[in-house]
């Protein structure tokens, strides 16, 4: 669906200028339809409905930065100097207000992950705002709905894929779960600073494979702890039976748990018998992470925020932008919490120390856990407070992934992303999104703005849709505005594996 010049203006995406005003002059089609505007009365009416609370501040300084990652210092981009940086934390209902100060040397912006606020905080450049320029500050505030566990990130080119990102957690003022502490575990696949940057590597990738400027494209080039030389950051040959195939394409020679090596984990200290809660999101670019607590079997609570009916796991698969919160009685002694980079054949962790007397494990020792029983999205079962009532789909949306390594074409229905392509909705439709995947790799497909139920109904905001197959998740239209949809992979999302969904004029 194509949208002319009258109705960019009309929308008030014309005012962004750049590439969704520029690139349709001239073309005008009658019957295109007409979109609620992300600042429109709509979207203002949607976030009184919300019935904003008390205002919280925060400020956030996106900046170039000297950090230590355990003992590794590199040169790199992070919020407030910290990596992840200082999570953001309110009660559900209230209103975030948060100031972004761009010091990078970069247009910048931040798009708010899995929360379903007012469409003009959404934070895509060119969409829902302007890009914040060097020097500049933004003000985003928003309500924010629902208690869960969340986070936030630039959604600028590759910025993801340095340090900007952090734990956004909406508090349930009156929160089910019973638990006595909690601690958000973040994450994170890192080169930044040590064999380039994400922008070179997304120069390298896109290339395509003939661009390749090293040996081995086959088994022997995969092993991450090969220093790559100039280049090189091109992986092949990461399997995963998992992921149905080929884990990645990014070789990187650090994994990160809370921003640091395994060889300097970071270490959470209490006593034994506690009920511990904790918030796991994988803030990767490339890498989805298969997660386990040695000595203890897991229980997942929620999924992407929202929860589900309790289920016991040994351990779990989170693609990038997931996340799972899991609840644990703890045993006496050290226990390593392990993220095995899936298919990657390297591993960040933590310590959970309940003993002072007790000898950290080895960095190298890997839980058994890892190989037991994996989470799989059929297990997932909607808790009663979060499924959606059923209803058959009023629209079916359907949406071809496509594209590969070859020509790195990732794109949407054979597309590249293109702001002008808005597929229209209604509010209060049924949307069923069918993702089918036409590629030989797997997608973890995030729907701003909305969260989605799984055929299981289970709820979520991402969800990985594995290679040669196809994924129905349905969500209630009810929050208009213009909101993105594409694969949380950074690198294929900003060669082009990205849409718009458009609320329509009523
Ligand atoms: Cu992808």
């Known amino acids: 669906m194509t949208i002319d010049r009258r109705t960019l203006l009309k929308?008030?995406?014309?005012?962004?200028?750049?590439?969704?005003?520029?690139?349709?002059?001239?073309?005008?089609?009658?019957?295109?339809?007409?979109?609620?505007?992300?600042?429109?009365?709509?979207?203002?009416?949607?976030?009184?409905?919300?019935?904003?609370g008390a205002a919280r501040d925060f400020r956030l300084v996106a900046a170039e930065t000297q950090a230590d990652l355990g003992g590794l210092t590199v040169r790199t981009w992070a919020y407030d100097g910290r990596i992840?940086?200082?999570?953001?934390?309110?009660?559900?209902?209230?209103?975030?207000?948060?100031?972004?100060?761009?010091?990078?040397?970069?247009?910048?912006?931040?798009?708010?992950?899995?929360?379903a606020l007012r469409n003009d905080a959404d934070g895509v450049p060119g969409v829902t705002?302007?890009?914040?320029?060097?020097?500049a500050a933004y003000v985003y505030e928003f309500t924010a709905p629902d208690p869960g566990t969340y986070w936030f990130h630039p959604h600028s080119g590759t910025q993801l894929d340095r340090g900007l990102y952090a734990p956004m957690i909406v508090e349930d003022p009156r929160e089910p779960l019973g638990y006595d502490e909690e601690w958000v575990v973040v994450l994170d696949d890192w080169l930044d600073g040590v064999t380039g940057t994400p922008e070179d590597v997304l120069a390298e990738l896109s290339r395509g494979m003939g661009g390749m400027n090293h040996g081995g494209m086959m088994g022997d080039s995969a092993s991450p702890s090969q220093p790559p030389g100039k280049g090189g950051h091109m992986l092949m040959g990461a399997r995963s039976p998992l992921l149905g195939g080929d884990a990645g394409d990014v070789r990187y020679p650090h994994f990160l748990l809370n921003g640091r090596i395994p060889t300097q984990p970071a270490t959470f200290t209490t006593k034994p018998g506690t009920r511990l809660r904790i918030r796991l999101i994988n803030a990767g670019g490339d890498t989805a992470f298969r997660v386990a607590l040695a000595g203890h079997r897991l229980t997942v609570t929620h999924t992407d925020g929202f929860p589900i009916q309790h289920t016991d796991t040994d351990a779990l698969l989170i693609g990038m932008g997931e996340r799972y919160d899991v609840l644990v009685t703890l045993k006496d002694g050290v226990f390593a919490l392990a993220a095995l980079a899936e298919g990657k054949n390297a591993t960040a962790r933590a310590l959970i120390r309940t003993s002072e007397q007790s000898r950290a494990p080895r960095a190298d020792r890997r839980p058994r856990e890892l190989d037991g029983t994996v989470l799989r999205y059929a297990d997932l079962r909607a808790d009663d407070s979060a499924r959606l009532p059923s209803k058959r789909p009023d629209r079916i949306v359907k949406l071809e992934l496509t594209g590969g390594m070859m020509a790195y074409d990732w794109a949407i229905n054979g597309r590249k992303y293109d702001p002008k392509i808005i597929t229209p909705i209604r509010s209060g439709e049924r949307v069923r999104l069918s993702f089918v995947n036409r590629t030989t790799m797997w997608h973890p497909m995030h729907l701003h703005g909305h969260t989605f139920a799984l055929p299981s109904g289970a709820r979520k905001d991402t969800a990985i849709v594995l290679p040669n197959s196809t994924l129905d998740v349905d969500f209630q239209a009810g929050n208009p505005g213009i909101w993105m949809i594409h694969c949380h992979n950074v690198y294929h999302a900003e060669s082009g594996m990205m849409t718009l969904l458009g609320y329509q004029q009523a």
């Open 11 to 52: 929308t008030g995406l014309g005012l962004l200028g750049g590439a969704a005003l520029t690139a349709c002059g001239g073309t005008s089609r009658t019957s295109s339809p007409s979109f609620v505007t992300p600042a429109g009365p709509q979207v203002r009416a949607a976030e009184q409905a919300r019935r904003p």
């Open 84 to 115: 992840p940086g200082t999570p953001i934390r309110v009660n559900a209902g209230e209103t975030v207000r948060a100031r972004l100060v761009n010091r990078l040397p970069a247009d910048t912006s931040i798009h708010w992950h899995g929360l």
């Open 129 to 135: 705002q302007q890009p914040v320029k060097t020097g």
